[in-house]
């Protein structure tokens, strides 16, 4: 059942902040800035229209950081659960894949501005996808009161 892939960098993060931390990523603005080996403003074209981006991404500081795979508790704290590592949004994931929606501030060439995207200066881009309404949730969501708690920092 396990596949091997491959992925690569499609652009990085330049700009904003140097050093990963717990909380306060809301007003973190930064570029997004494609390889301009193997892309021209045409990829971008039309994103301008969009209030949101979503950032894929590769944790790559502490990449040598030991993968979680089973339960732990939230940032060390006994007071939450343990939860297993995709009840989460942890670094030490499997594929160490991050996802971040962020407001997109502009579009200019092969790079944007954004701001509230939780990577650091040098994190290496997988994918950008615009967020349209209809790919949000539908219904109403569910989640722990300890993530609502951690997200009251968060940004």
Request: overall charge negative; hydrophobic content about 35%; charged content about 30%.
């Amino acid at each position: 059942m396990r596949c091997e892939f491959s992925f690569s960098s499609i652009g990085e993060v330049r700009g904003g902040r140097h050093e990963a931390s717990k909380d306060h990523w809301g007003d973190n603005r930064c570029r997004v800035v494609l390889d301009e080996d193997r892309f021209t403003p045409d990829a971008l074209r039309g994103l301008e229209d969009v209030s949101h981006v979503e950032v894929v991404f590769y944790f790559h500081v502490d990449a040598d950081e030991p993968v979680e795979t089973g339960a732990r508790h939230p940032r060390g704290r006994a007071d939450w659960p343990r939860v297993g590592i995709f009840a989460q949004h942890g670094r030490m994931r499997p594929n160490r894949i991050g996802v971040s929606v962020c407001r997109l501030l502009s579009v200019d060439g092969i790079a944007l501005e954004v701001e509230g995207l939780d990577a650091v200066d040098g994190t290496p881009v997988l994918d950008i996808k615009p967020v349209w309404s209809g790919y949000l949730p539908r219904g109403t969501l569910r989640e722990p009161a300890w993530a609502r708690e951690i997200m009251a920092q968060y940004w």
